[in-house]
């Protein structure tokens, strides 16, 4: 299973002090490259709030491993991502006011505007991911939009409260990674994985690749990057 490392917290570190270059997004990026990830997740919001566009163009100029930028469907940076060209797109909705990435993107709701970006995403050769919640009808809809990735979103799963709605959320995942490997997608998942929760995401067979972010970055404190990722990649195999 890949591990996709998410710096985006390093970036809003330095925005707490809105100092240049410290502590550096790129360097935990060449960091997460040495301790084994298999890439790197940046998300450009429209506000700038963490990740600017100076550290994404760092960031894939040097990154050797796979650059995954989360991003909406905004046109603004639509074509900044042409430009960029990183590895992949992943489509996420984004809200100003949200703390983080909050529910899945809604492929009936916004098919207008993701299907002018597909377009111009897929024309400049970027494989393009939709984020999306554990639903049969937005996988199938990803599918008959020829989109040959997604990520589900496992928010619901990690913030369950009971062991019941745990199950529940669990089942959701489950049943929507099979089917969207059964009509041939390649499954990522990911929001709210942590050293705790990841092995139950991490055992379903279907699921090809995590992205996580908060998690690794905050134990990072404590074990430093390296050994950060390092422990989380041992729970996942
Ligand atoms: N995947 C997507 C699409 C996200 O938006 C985020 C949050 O930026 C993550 C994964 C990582 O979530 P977390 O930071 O909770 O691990």
């Known amino acids: 299973m890949k591990l996709g490392i998410n710096v985006d917290h390093v970036a809003t570190l330095r925005e707490a002090r809105k100092i240049v270059d410290y502590p550096s997004p790129f360097k935990a990026a060449l960091t997460a490259q040495k301790s084994g990830a298999d890439s790197v997740v940046i998300h450009l919001r429209e506000d700038r709030r963490h990740i ?43 809200r100003r006011q949200e703390i983080t990435t909050e529910g899945g993107f809604d492929l009936f709701k916004e098919e207008k505007k993701l299907v002018k970006a597909l377009k111009k995403l897929r ?25 040959d990735a997604i990520e589900l979103h496992t928010g619901k799963f990690c913030e369950a409260k009971t062991e019941k709605s745990r199950k ?45 972010g908060h998690s690794i970055i905050s134990e990072s404190v404590f074990l430093g990057l390296p050994e950060a990722i390092k422990a989380m990649r041992r729970l996942i195999n």
């Open 52 to 94: 600017k566009d100076t550290d994404a163009i760092l960031i894939k100029k040097k990154l050797k491993i796979s650059l995954n930028l989360e991003m909406s469907v905004n046109p603004e940076i639509v074509d900044i991502a042409t430009r960029l060209k990183p590895d992949k797109a992943t489509i996420v909705p984004e």
């Open 168 to 212: 529940y959320q669990f089942q959701r995942i489950y049943r929507a990674a099979k089917l969207a490997h059964d009509l041939g997608l390649f499954v990522a998942a990911g929001h709210g994985l942590n050293y705790k929760n990841v092995k139950k995401i991490a055992g379903i067979k279907y699921i090809n690749e995590l992205n996580i």
């Open 123 to 147: 024309k400049s050769g970027i494989s393009v991911s939709v984020f999306i919640d554990p639903l049969s009808s937005q996988i199938k809809k990803a599918k008959d939009l020829s989109i």
